[in-house]
C-alpha cells in the first residue's frame, strides 16, 4: 500500500513538472537561425527564391502571431570556405510549438501559390543550388545574473 502511494506521488510529481515545463515552453520565445550556403555564383538566384517564395509564408505566420519576428543577413566580408555561409535567416517564434509545427505555413501556400507544381519545382531549385543548409536552436545567456 504504501509503495503504491509512493509510485503515485512519484508519478504525480513527474506529471505535474512536465505540465510545468509545458507551460514555460508556451511562455517563452523561441528562435532559430537558418544558415544557407549557395554554390559559388547562385547566391543571388537563391535569395531572390526566397524571397518570392518561401518570404510570403513567413509573413502569413508573422501576420498570424505565430512568429515574431524575421531577419535576414549576409556576411559583409568573405570567409574560408569551410565556414561560409551567404544568408542567415533568424526566426523569433512565439513558442517552441510554433516552432515546429509541421502546418505552420500550409494554411497560406494554396492562397499564395495556386500553380502548386510551380511552387515545388521552384522550391527544388532553390534547394539545388544550395551546398550546405544547417539551423541552429538558439537561446539567450544572461550576462549580469
Known amino acids: 500500500m504504501i509503495r503504491r ?19 514555460n515552453n508556451n511562455d517563452q520565445t523561441f528562435t ?3 544558415y544557407y550556403k549557395a554554390k559559388w555564383g547562385y547566391a543571388d538566384e537563391f535569395i531572390e527564391l526566397f524571397k ?3 518570404y510570403p509564408l513567413l509573413k502569413k505566420a508573422l501576420e498570424k502571431g505565430d512568429i515574431l519576428s524575421i531577419k535576414a543577413e549576409k556576411p559583409r566580408l568573405h570567409a ?3 565556414s561560409r555561409w551567404d544568408y542567415r535567416v ?8 510554433a516552432a515546429f509545427d509541421p502546418n505552420l505555413t500550409t494554411p497560406y501556400k494554396k492562397a499564395l501559390y495556386p500553380d502548386a507544381d510551380k511552387l515545388k519545382k521552384e522550391e527544388q ?15 539567450t545567456v544572461e550576462l549580469d545574473k
Open 5 to 23: 502511494y509512493i509510485l503515485s506521488a512519484l508519478l504525480l510529481t513527474a506529471l505535474t513538472g512536465q505540465v510545468s515545463a509545458q507551460q
Open 80 to 82: 574560408t570556405e569551410e
Open 52 to 54: 518570392k517564395n518561401h
Open 125 to 139: 531549385r532553390r534547394f539545388e543550388i544550395l551546398d550546405g543548409h544547417w539551423d541552429v536552436q538558439v537561446q
Open 32 to 34: 532559430i537561425e537558418g
Open 90 to 97: 533568424t526566426l523569433v517564434f512565439k513558442n517552441i510549438q
